[in-house]
């Protein structure tokens, strides 16, 4: 990049200049200056130090929002105050097709047990149940799952028995509830956690009908925000790949149920579901392997992993038949946006997982991302397994119980014995290496996780970068200090960003966001007015 600005070793001096000495340490072990060659050591998943403005969310996010919310045919029924059910109301932008085939799709609809003083006082449980038959006798759903906001764990509401007993007393309906009240572990990846736990417990595994298919798959840790699995299932479909699951994009209950039929499976976001991944590899025998629809390049290499996994000449030639033919579009627009983009720096912090992929498609348009960081990934997601190779994959979320799975008796099947894993390796194809954000960065970005509000406005200032990527809460000001903001979120209202259509729809919007001059005549109320600063009180 042509761009100048300080040394990363000095903005990270100056990011924790203002910060009392214990909390200028804490955050000096976050903020990293990376070295591809020697990734350093990164503080993740740890407690948020409280008075910090943080970008994340709670436990019940991570689970209600996240892993299940996409789900089409499963009664979300939220217990708690309304204002946590109003906050996870399809917020995410995760789609559903308007034209079917849906049958049941609950998606757009808000289940709350409305919770009130009352409850609190005397004890939830009879109004769930209520809410329970009310949502059964309206819309006989195949499945309720409860989640339980903070109130339910202060006052002890038991869902777990509620959702057994209302099982029972309904006979036709899976019940199954969610211990993820809001302050479990410190971020929404414990929710992640505790999803994946129950939705393996309580559904994976229910039907063995083998539904066909040569080259069988599911996918993981694909939500379908602004329609990515949709780009996403046209590819797969277009390669003759038959797509069993989805956790959790457009996805229905059949599916999860019917999902452990699979011979592979193949992770987007591996730090919401690789607890999943991995208990179904240990309980039926599924390996998984890490693929990235994120960018056309990574798109084209994704698709040719998992024809190599199956080993298949003809799914091979069908998947260079399929890249050779969506190639040109994307190189067309590519070479139309490229001296437009080129050069210009990028920001991300989101996430666990998008902050690393959406480097790709910046790299694509000639971007560099000079600075990146997770909401609440963990350490294996910034320094990648490889350099880690003996991480236990959840080592630091302590409070959240692992659940004890062994092989099943009747129905593991390794899909290849470990002989076929190790001749695929030398051929060239591992299924074991994913990379994480550090190893793809280069030497001297600066990776900091979980970003505080005023670490990120310091960056933008010492940086002055093209575009910064983050969510809601951090786009308006953003915006207002002359910087565009992408939410990588939501896409804001665009999208599809994933596969190779979705490519397409990125470069044009970034694009225009990086090239717009309107940023810069913006005059934000602090430059007009005096700012009020205030400074930490030294104990
Ligand atoms: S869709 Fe995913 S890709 S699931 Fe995760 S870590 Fe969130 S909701 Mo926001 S956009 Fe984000 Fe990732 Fe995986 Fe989304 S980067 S923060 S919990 N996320
Ligand atoms: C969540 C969901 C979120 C929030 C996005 C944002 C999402 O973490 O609860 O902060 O803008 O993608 O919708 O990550």
């Known amino acids: 990049s042509t761009k100048k600005y300080p040394a990363p070793s000095d903005i990270k001096e100056e990011l924790l200049k203002k910060y009392p000495p214990k909390v200028a340490k804490k955050r000096g072990k976050a903020i990293v200056v990376n070295d591809p060659e020697e990734i350093p050591q990164v503080q993740a998943n740890t407690r948020t130090i409280p008075g910090i403005i943080t970008q994340r969310g709670c ?62 006082v005397f004890g939830g449980e009879k109004k769930l149940k209520q809410a329970i038959q009310e949502a059964y006798d309206l819309f006989h ?26 099982r029972e007393k309904l006979g036709d309906c899976n019940i199954f509830g969610f211990s993820c009240e809001g302050y479990k572990g410190v971020s929404q990846s414990a929710g992640h956690h505790i999803a994946n736990n129950q939705v393996f417990k309580h559904v994976v595994g229910l039907d063995d009908t083998d539904k066909g298919g040569k080259f069988k798959i599911n996918m993981l840790g694909e939500y379908n925000i602004g329609g990515d699995a949709f ?35 193949v992770i987007m976001c591996h730090r919401s579901i690789n607890y999943m991944a991995e208990m179904m590899e240990t309980k039926y025998g599924i390996p998984w392997m890490k693929v990235n629809f994120i960018g056309a390049e ?11 996994y ?10 260079e038949e399929v890249i050779a033919e969506e190639m040109p579009a994307v190189q067309n627009v590519l070479e139309a946006t490229y001296p437009h983009t080129k050069g210009k720096l990028a920001m991300l912090f989101v996430g666990g997982s998008r902050a690393h992929h959406y480097q790709e498609l910046f790299g694509e348009l000639g971007m560099e991302t000079i600075s990146a960081g997770y909401e609440f990934g963990h350490r294996d997601d910034y320094e990648g397994r490889k350099v880690i190779p003996n991480i236990k994959i959840d080592a630091d979320t302590k409070n959240i119980e692992e ?14 014995s470990e002989e076929d894993l190790a001749r695929l390796k030398e051929e060239g194809l591992d299924i074991r290496d994913y990379e994480g954000m550090m190893p793809d960065m280069k030497k001297g970005s600066l990776v900091i996780d979980d970003i505080s509000h005023y670490e990120s406005e ?56 990086v090239n717009s001059r309107v940023w810069k005549l913006i005059q934000a109320p602090w430059e007009e007015e005096n700012e009020l600063e205030a400074t930490y009180v030294t104990p």
């Open 298 to 308: 990574a798109t084209a290499k994704s698709l040719r992993r998992i024809a190599r």
């Open 231 to 265: 780009e996403i299932e046209r590819l797969l479909a277009k390669c003759g790949i038959t797509l069993v699951a989805s956790f959790s994009g457009n996805s229905t209950i059949g599916q999860f149920e019917n999902s452990h039929t699979a011979d592979l499976n």
């Open 310 to 319: 199956f080993e298949d000449d003809e799914l091979m030639q069908r998947v």
């Open 141 to 166: 759903p195949k499945a309720i799952g409860i989640f339980s906001t903070c109130p339910v764990g202060l006052i002890g509401d038991d869902v777990h028995a509620v959702a057994r007993e209302m």
């Open 458 to 513: 310091k960056l933008i200032e010492l940086y002055k970068p093209d575009i910064f990527c983050a969510g809601i809460k951090e786009k308006y000001v953003v915006q207002k200090m002359g910087v565009p903001l992408k939410q990588l979120h939501s896409y804001d209202y665009g999208g599809p960003y994933a596969g190779f259509s979705g490519a397409i729809n990125f470069y044009k919007d970034i694009d225009r966001m």
């Open 59 to 120: 436990s019940y996010a991570g689970c209600k929002g996240v892993v299940l919310g996409p789900t089409r045919d499963i009664v979300n029924l939220v217990h708690g105050p309304i204002g946590c059910s109003f906050y996870a109301w399809l917020t995410r932008r995760n789609q559903t097709r308007p034209d079917g085939p849906e049958g049941e799709n609950y998606m757009t609809y808000c289940f709350s047990t409305d919770m009130q003083e009352e409850h609190v």
């Open 403 to 416: 659940l004890k799975v062994t092989p099943d008796p009747e129905r593991f099947r390794p899909r290849k």
